[in-house]
């Protein structure tokens, strides 16, 4: 693993699977001294292998061309009406239009109620295809479109393609066509896998991927298309996923890129995002349809609203549980059209199509294969996890301080306080307030030396211009100097310019190495004014205030592309809140882009091209400023973000609204981007839009219980805006400082289970808050909540979600036991019902699933994290009807940025079984001070205990309890170092 808390690739897929969490580290091959530029080399070097398949011969055999298969044949002769109904893929742009002239002009199929949709039969034609040795595993070859026939909004046809469909692990296949020629020579493809950093893999050569597992690929020729098979659990059957060869759509262009993917039947759709939603689930009508383009929109409710980040990556789960991916690589702006059947049309703007499909086959294997393409999330520092508080319009250091101190008074957890916009000098990053915000850097030293917190502030990627009456600014006379800055499209010598917050700015392109540089520069320069630990990078969608878009933009195929994308743009503007599209910068990719190299290739290319990109590449500049700066993990904060931020950082879900419905639709938030790969994620906790509507007591209420649930986001953070009333934790009153408080010290309990799901999502992938179908997925009942979810596998939180309620519904699934987490209390007659459960205002709904041990340490009287990590320990062990549990912890220094290079971190597990809970230390590179267990309580025991022994030694009566209420048994005082092995078992 490298040094800055980030995971390689090198996991072999086909290694045996390790039997628990801590034997991973294990298994993994360390990538010291294998250097980025090497992974590159790797990406770039293709073994041409065939990936074809025949269902009559063996399953665990691919065979090539000579054999009778689907490649080769033709499907020319497949009509329109072979198309299903709930699965024709939209031919015009919009699915529900009825233009029955444009239908046929465009040589597209019409059905009787005016539906138009692709034919089957048309699309580009494989030739010149090349092959490798057995056990055959891919193919190259060329493809032809034909530049005659009529077409719409894809103009400009590239007639000759170059396109590889590669089986490269047995969870992964990757498809990927590109105009090797630049034909057009006006409209960049540019190679995101060059521009990505980590570079997603190619092919493990550890994989046999005519093994058991492997998934089974088909293609066709005339047109070209494939299809992916997966096999059943026991191998003897097999189930269509993906197939897009009897739906057509495949069309490339030089600004449209488009193909149509037929999903297995009556399957479900997630993903997909960013957008806001009171459901996980895609609608998938016919006219439905998603938008990948970020912008700044504030946050309204509806999947056809695009907003901050642009995720193009689906789960799929069907009927029975089983789930697989579909990603596609694109910076650029996205639509997916879908129809009920489902059909996934995906149409990119630009660029080359890089698709990637895998196979699960549980929604958890998804996500992990997901993250092995993008990048493992990133390990944050122990403190991250902690709660944080901020707020736009403090004014003053003295009314930060007083906040600050206010929840010390009130002996509430806090770990990070933070500022907004209202310290800087004029709304100029790196810049103080001269008068309001002098004394900052000494109330940040306070801070460190005497309340063992940290300090987060905000910057822009927007650095205004010195104007005649100002004194220099230095960010932009450097970067000036530098060239840093994106052009404009009308002097390509000057920077763009566009306003925001400090009003006219140029902004950086963090695309090319010395823009990196000069931003490290800058964040080290004020680093020594202000020792802030971790930045919240905004705007940088790019968000721009209105302008008159064709005066400064003009009117070209960037600003005005064939393709009018279906988000909410004022007047389809791909401007409307952003940088002109054709505004100019230079990519650097390969060796550059990744870390200081001697070579470099340069791509002209413009914003349009890489949109999607900027907070990415922000996030990725400011989390390695940070590492040069710090020597530690740290955090930033991105409000834009796209498939692999997660390795440089986290996200709050942007500018929410006090109302209920916000507080419901954080849920679906946090849960979505899990999925993408960006664990630590949260919302503004009590929402920083205003509500004039509500009163004292409605917004006291609604923040008390959005407390609650913030108390378990991944990423727990109050924020409010300037000129609103008060919503710290302090501001309604001693009741609800005390109830919110409460929440808090639970989370602050849990923080060893919670930052080891941490540790677990950085290792393999996995994610920490999940839906409850990503532990029950063959329960059809978990599928639809989603105002409930899971901390990994052990916890259920179920927050109140409406006013006046104090008591909930909640689904408990059949397959597990279930505990209250406060009381011990269980039922079973919870399972598999939605129970009423009363919830009052001081309680939040959290259950503890059996056959889990979590591992705890009370907070007590503290109140961050440095003293939290001091107390004892406690292992909670809920065992399930067998009386069995296992679980695990990882302990580390929680802020080395090396901790899995070097070794320093300790790996414990527990199992319980037969009134035995016997631990075992995996590793042991990292011993804490105070790694203390002082108490074991065993939830599920129904026969109160004779003895208890440690280690073989009887433990006297008063070290333990029995209670025949809650069926626990609870052993206390035990003083048992948690880094050394130990057994603990009771008679009857």
């Given at each position: 693993l490298v040094s800055n808390g980030r995971t390689p690739w090198g996991i072999a897929t086909t290694a045996r699977q390790p039997q628990s969490f801590c034997e991973q580290f294990s298994t993994m091959r360390p990538s010291m001294g294998l250097p980025t530029m090497l992974l590159h080399s790797l990406f770039r070097v293709f073994l041409i292998v065939d990936v074809i398949s025949d269902a009559v011969a063996s399953r665990n055999v691919l065979f090539s061309m000579e054999t009778q298969s689907r490649a080769g044949i033709s499907l020319q002769n497949l009509q329109c009406e072979d198309v299903a109904p709930d699965a024709r893929a939209p031919c015009l742009r919009d699915a529900l239009e009825v233009n029955r002239t444009q239908c046929i002009d465009r040589g597209c199929c019409l059905a009787e109620d005016g539906t138009c949709f692709h034919d089957p039969s048309h699309g580009p034609v494989a030739s010149d295809i090349l092959q490798g040795p057995v056990p055959l595993r891919g193919i190259t070859c060329k493809l032809t479109q034909s530049v005659t026939e009529k077409t719409g909004f894809e103009q400009g046809i590239i007639a000759e393609l170059s396109a590889t469909l590669r089986v490269e692990t047995e969870h992964r296949i990757h498809l990927r066509i590109s105009d090797p020629k630049n034909a057009s020579g006006r409209y960049n493809k540019i190679d995101m896998a060059k521009i990505m950093d980590p570079p997603p893999p190619s092919r493990d050569e550890n994989v046999r991927v005519n093994s058991a597992n492997s998934p089974l690929v088909t293609y066709t020729t005339s047109p070209f298309g494939f299809s992916v098979a997966r096999k059943s659990a026991d191998g003897n059957a097999t189930k269509t996923i993906v197939d897009t060869t009897a739906v057509g759509g495949l069309i490339f262009a030089e600004q449209y890129v488009s193909i149509s993917l037929a999903l297995s039947a009556g399957a479900t759709v997630y993903g997909l995002g960013e957008h806001v939603d009171s459901s996980l689930r895609i609608n998938t009508s016919r006219g439905a349809s998603t938008t990948m383009w970020t912008r700044d929109d504030q946050?309204?409710?509806?999947?056809?609203?695009?907003?901050?980040?642009?995720?193009?990556?689906?789960?799929?789960?069907?009927?029975?549980?089983?789930?697989?991916?579909?990603?596609?690589?694109?910076?650029?702006?996205?639509?997916?059209?879908?129809?009920?059947?489902?059909?996934?049309?995906?149409?990119?703007?630009?660029?080359?199509?890089?698709?990637?499909?895998?196979?699960?086959?549980?929604?958890?294997?998804?996500?992990?294969?997901?993250?092995?393409?993008?990048?493992?999330?990133?390990?944050?520092?122990?403190?991250?996890?902690?709660?944080?508080?901020?707020?736009?319009?403090?004014?003053?250091?003295?009314?930060?301080?007083?906040?600050?101190?206010?929840?010390?008074?009130?002996?509430?957890?806090?770990?990070?306080?933070?500022?907004?916009?209202?310290?800087?000098?004029?709304?100029?990053?790196?810049?103080?307030?001269?008068?309001?915000?002098?004394?900052?850097?000494?109330?940040?030293?306070?801070?460190?030396?005497?309340?063992?917190?940290?300090?987060?502030?905000?910057?822009?990627?927007?650095?205004p211009q010195a104007n005649a009456t100002s004194a220099p600014y230095e960010p932009y006379a450097s970067g000036t100097a530098a060239d840093v800055w994106i052009k404009d499209v009308r002097n390509a010598t000057q920077p763009w310019i566009g306003n925001v917050w400090p009003g006219p700015c140029a902004f950086p392109n963090f695309l090319v190495n010395r823009t990196q540089q000069w931003w490290?520069?800058?964040?080290?320069?004020?680093?020594?004014?202000?020792?802030?630990?971790?930045?919240?990078?905004?705007?940088?969608?790019?968000?721009?205030?209105?302008?008159?878009?064709?005066?400064?933009?003009?009117?070209?195929?960037?600003?005005?592309?064939?393709?009018?994308?279906?988000?909410?743009?004022?007047?389809?503007?791909?401007?409307?809140?952003?940088?002109?599209?054709?505004?100019?910068?230079?990519?650097?990719?390969?060796?550059?882009?990744?870390?200081?190299?001697?070579?470099?290739?340069?791509?002209?290319?413009?914003?349009?091209?890489?949109?999607?990109?900027?907070?990415?590449?922000?996030?990725?500049?400011?989390?390695?400023?940070?590492?040069?700066?710090?020597?530690?993990?740290?955090?930033?904060?991105?409000?834009?973000?796209?498939?692999?931020?997660?390795?440089?950082?986290?996200?709050?879900?942007?500018?929410?609204?006090?109302?209920?419905?916000?507080?419901?639709?954080?849920?679906?938030?946090?849960?979505?981007?899990?999925?993408?790969?960006?664990?630590?994620?949260?919302p503004d906790t009590c929402a920083i839009k205003m509500n004039t509507s509500l009163s004292y007591a409605e917004r006291r209420e609604m923040c008390i219980r959005w407390s609650q649930l913030g108390a378990f986001y991944p990423f727990s953070r109050n924020h409010n805006k300037v000129g609103a009333p008060p919503q710290d934790p302090t501001a309604f009153g001693p009741e609800a400082a005390t109830i919110i408080g409460h929440a808090l010290r639970i989370r602050y309990t849990l923080l060893p289970y919670l930052y080891s799901l941490f540790f677990a999502a950085h290792v393999n992938g996995s994610t920490v808050a999940r839906p409850l179908f990503f532990e029950f997925s063959a329960d059809k009942d978990a599928h639809v909540v989603t105002d409930q979810f899971l901390w990994g596998p052990s916890l259920m939180v179920s927050p109140v979600l409406e006013p006046g309620a104090r008591a909930r519904a909640i689904y408990f699934p059949p397959a597990a036991t279930w505990y209250d987490y406060e009381t011990g209390e269980s039922d079973a007659a919870w399972r598999g019902v939605v129970q009423d459960w009363p919830v009052p205002l001081d309680r939040i709904a959290v259950h503890v699933r059996g056959g889990r041990v979590v591992p705890l340490q009370p907070v007590g009287s503290a109140l961050t994290t440095v003293e939290a990590r001091r107390r004892p320990f406690t292992l909670l062990v809920a065992t399930d009807a067998d009386g069995a549990a296992e679980g695990h912890v990882v302990l580390d220094d929680g802020v080395s940025l090396d901790t899995i290079e070097t070794g320093r971190y300790t790996c414990v597990e527990f199992r319980c079984a037969e009134r035995l809970l016997r631990s075992t230390v995996v590793r042991t590179g990292y011993r804490p001070v105070n790694a203390v267990l002082d108490t074991v309580s065993v939830l599920g025991v129904y026969i109160a205990p004779t003895a208890v022994i440690l280690d073989g030694a009887v433990l006297p009566p008063r070290q333990y309890t029995f209670s025949t209420a809650n069926h626990t048994l609870t052993v206390h005082d035990l003083a048992q170092d948690m880094t050394t092995a130990f057994g603990l078992t009771w008679t009857i």
């Open positions: 946050t309204p409710v509806g999947q056809g609203h695009n907003l901050y980040g642009a995720h193009p990556f689906a789960l799929v789960v069907d009927p029975d549980g089983s789930a697989y991916g579909v990603f596609v690589l694109a910076a650029t702006g996205v639509d997916v059209v879908y129809t009920p059947h489902p059909t996934l049309t995906i149409r990119a703007i630009g660029g080359m199509l890089d698709l990637y499909v895998v196979t699960g086959p549980t929604p958890g294997d998804v996500t992990a294969q997901l993250t092995a393409v993008i990048g493992r999330p990133y390990l944050p520092p122990y403190w991250a996890l902690g709660f944080h508080l901020c707020r736009w319009g403090y004014g003053s250091t003295s009314a930060t301080r007083a906040v600050n101190d206010n929840l010390t008074k009130y002996g509430i957890p806090q770990d990070v306080q933070w500022n907004d916009i209202d310290y800087m000098d004029s709304h100029r990053d790196f810049t103080l307030d001269p008068v309001n915000y002098a004394d900052l850097a000494q109330f940040v030293d306070h801070l460190h030396t005497n309340k063992n917190q940290r300090y987060v502030l905000i910057v822009d990627p927007g650095i490290k520069q800058q964040i080290v320069a004020f680093h020594k004014r202000v020792a802030f630990d971790g930045l919240w990078i905004d705007m940088n969608e790019l968000a721009i205030k209105p302008y008159d878009v064709a005066r400064i933009c003009g009117v070209d195929g960037y600003t005005t592309p064939p393709y009018q994308l279906h988000g909410e743009m004022t007047n389809g503007s791909l401007a409307d809140n952003n940088i002109c599209p054709n505004a100019l910068l230079t990519v650097e990719t390969a060796s550059t882009a990744h870390g200081p190299q001697a070579h470099v290739d340069t791509v002209a290319a413009r914003s349009y091209d890489v949109h999607n990109l900027y907070g990415w590449s922000e996030a990725r500049a400011t989390m390695q400023a940070l590492h040069a700066v710090t020597a530690q993990r740290t955090m930033v904060v991105s409000r834009s973000t796209s498939f692999g931020s997660g390795v440089w950082g986290s996200h709050w879900l942007g500018d929410n609204y006090k109302d209920w419905l916000h507080m419901r639709t954080s849920i679906v938030g946090i849960l979505n981007m899990n999925m993408f790969g960006i664990p630590l994620v949260g």
